[in-house]
């Protein structure tokens, strides 16, 4: 449509769409609500178990119920199903690789959880031996 103005033809001005507010910005740890279960920050002494009595030094980085960040300088070559044996209070997750990344991050999503002070089956007995009875260190990876 036209509008006519002093003689000449001149297009009818187009409303233009309503914009949409622009978003707020995210914020350092404003996804930490979305998670399951709360995740502390720790340094804490850790291996990280697979295969027929292979392991790997880490260093526990963030715990929580259901998964784990850890450290490792081998963390390119850990297999997607690991154990994380947590040292200190004598624990052994059964995990899944979730993410990797380049600088030695693993993130771990926990399938169960095994107490090692009175192992159930072979294979935590052998992690015990492994890990808890042999493997105790006073120091953290990488130290």
Known sequence: MTKKTFGRSQPAPVSEPALAPAPEPIRKGQFSDLRRAKRSRTLLAGKLCYGSGLSADCTI??????????????????????????????????????????????????????????????????????CVEHGLRTSMPGT
């Open 61 to 130: 980085r963030d715990l929580s119920d259901s998964g784990a960040r850890v450290r490792s300088d081998t963390a390119a070559i850990i297999p997607p199903e690991v154990f994380l044996v947590h040292l200190r209070d004598h624990k052994a997750f059964e995990a899944t690789v979730a993410w990797r990344r380049a600088d030695g991050n693993l993130g771990l999503k926990f399938k169960a959880v095994h107490d090692l002070r009175d192992p159930s089956t072979e294979e935590l007995k052998l992690l015990r031996v492994h």
